[in-house]
Nanobody, 129 residues
Framework: QVHLVESGGGLVHPGGSLTLSCSAS????????VAWFRRAPGKQREGVSC???????????KYADSVKGRFTISRDAAKNTAYLQMNSLKSEDTSVYYC???????????????????WGQGTQVTVSS
């Protein structure tokens, strides 16, 4: 079975940093597009960042405007793990963050989450004073 497990969430002060991890089993992450989405209370699910497959595509990344310049997505093939490094965190970044994988090798995208067939359970990020 395919499993995605997020970790690394927690409570941080505004301006602080966290790095989220998405550990995968049952698939090789490098073959697929991987994305991070988030959902805050009372808000719609939002695409945060994604990275293309490096075996079938170019490994390019995309970021939501709200996080551009502050967040960095990456992938470690040896560890079969994706990461989201979050710097300069703001209160509005408070959300449950989800890792997702496109199992049919579509390109990296954030406009829709319907192409992402595999999801982790989510990890809570709270930014507060």
């Amino acid at each position: 079975q395919v499993h995605l497990v997020e970790s690394g969430g927690g409570l941080v002060h505004p301006g602080g940093s966290l790095t989220l991890s998405c550990s995968a089993s049952g698939l090789t992450l490098a073959r697929y597009s991987v994305a991070w989405f988030r959902r805050a209370p009372g808000k719609q699910r939002e695409g945060v960042s994604c990275i293309n497959s490096v075996t079938t595509s170019d490994g390019a990344t995309k970021y939501a405007d709200s996080v551009k310049g502050r967040f960095t997505i990456s992938r470690d093939a040896a560890k079969n793990t994706a990461y989201l490094q979050m710097n300069s965190l703001k209160s509005e970044d408070t959300s449950v963050y989800y890792c997702a994988v496109d199992p049919v090798q579509n390109g990296c995208g954030l406009a829709s989450f319907t192409t992402y067939g595999y999801w982790g359970q989510g990890t809570q990020v709270t930014v507060s004073s």
